[in-house]
C-alpha cells in the first residue's frame, strides 16, 4: 500500500502517521523529519532547508525531491509519504519516479483541519517554527502551494477527505476505516 499524507501545517499528519505506519507495517517517510534531520546535522542540504523553514516557506523542489527519491528504495513493501508532496511539481516528480517502478500510489489522504484550530495546535506545540508570524506565512505557502494538489489527486481519483477535528483516536478510526478498504 503506497499512501501519501495531505493537510495544512499541525493539521496532525505526524500524530496520525505513528499509528498508521504501527499498523499497516509501511515505511515512514516524513520530510519535515527528515529535514529537521538534515538541520540538526548542518549538512549541506540542512544549512540550504534551514533558511526557508525558519521563515515559513516551503524549502526548494529539487532540494526535497532529492532527499525522497534516494530513500524510496528503502520502501520495497508499501510506504506512507508524511508532507510529500507538497506542490505540483513534487506530485508530477513522484508520479514519474513511482511510474518508473511500476508502483503507482492507492490513496492520498486529505486531512482537513479549520485554521483556528491549527492555530491552537501549533500554538502549544511550540516549534522553532511555530511562531505566530511563521505560522501565518506556513498557511499561506499550503492554501497557494500545497491545497492545488487536492484537485490534482481528486482528478486522478484517489484522493479521500478525513475530518481531522477530534480526538487522535477518533481521527484514526476515520483513516482506519478507509485505509483498510485498500489492505
Ligand atoms: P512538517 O514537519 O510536515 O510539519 P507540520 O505540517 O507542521 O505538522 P503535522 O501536520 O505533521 O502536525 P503534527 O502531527 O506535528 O513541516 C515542517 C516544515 O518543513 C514546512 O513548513 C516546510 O518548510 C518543510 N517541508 C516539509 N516537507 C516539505 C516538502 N515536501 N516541500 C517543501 N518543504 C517541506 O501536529 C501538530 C500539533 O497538533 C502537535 O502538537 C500535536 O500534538 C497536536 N495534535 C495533533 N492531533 C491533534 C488532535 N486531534 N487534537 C488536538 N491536538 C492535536
Redesign the pocket.
Known amino acids: 500500500m503506497r499512501v501519501v499524507f495531505v493537510?495544512?501545517?499541525?493539521?496532525?499528519?505526524?500524530?496520525?502517521a505513528e499509528n498508521i505506519v504501527a499498523e499497516y507495517k509501511l515505511f515512514h517517510l516524513?520530510?519535515?523529519?527528515a529535514?529537521?534531520a538534515a538541520v540538526a546535522a548542518k549538512s549541506p542540504i540542512g544549512i540550504e532547508a534551514e533558511k526557508?523553514?525558519s521563515s515559513?516557506?516551503?524549502?526548494p523542489?529539487e532540494v526535497?525531491v532529492g532527499v525522497v527519491v534516494e530513500r524510496l528504495d528503502e520502501a520495497k513493501d508499501g510506504c506512507l509519504l508524511?508532507?510529500?508532496?507538497?506542490?505540483i511539481a513534487?506530485a508530477e516528480a513522484l508520479d514519474k519516479v513511482l511510474a518508473e517502478k511500476n508502483a503507482p500510489l492507492d490513496v492520498v489522504l486529505e486531512?482537513a483541519v479549520p485554521e483556528d484550530e491549527l492555530f491552537k495546535?501549533?500554538a502549544?506545540?511550540g516549534r522553532a517554527?511555530d511562531q505566530p508570524e511563521v505560522i501565518k506565512r506556513?498557511l499561506v505557502?499550503y492554501r497557494e502551494q500545497t491545497e492545488p494538489l487536492v484537485g490534482y489527486y481528486t482528478k486522478a481519483g484517489i484522493l479521500r477527505k478525513i475530518d481531522?477535528l477530534?480526538?487522535?483516536e477518533e481521527?484514526y478510526g476515520r483513516i482506519k476505516a478507509v485505509l483498510d478498504e485498500y489492505k
Open positions: 493537510g495544512p501545517p499541525g493539521a496532525g499528519k505526524g500524530t496520525q516524513s520530510t519535515g523529519d529535514l529537521r526557508y523553514m515559513g516557506a516551503l524549502v523542489d526535497v508524511d508532507g510529500f508532496p507538497r506542490t513534487q486531512l495546535r501549533l502549544s506545540r517554527d506556513r505557502a481531522g477530534g480526538t487522535v481521527i
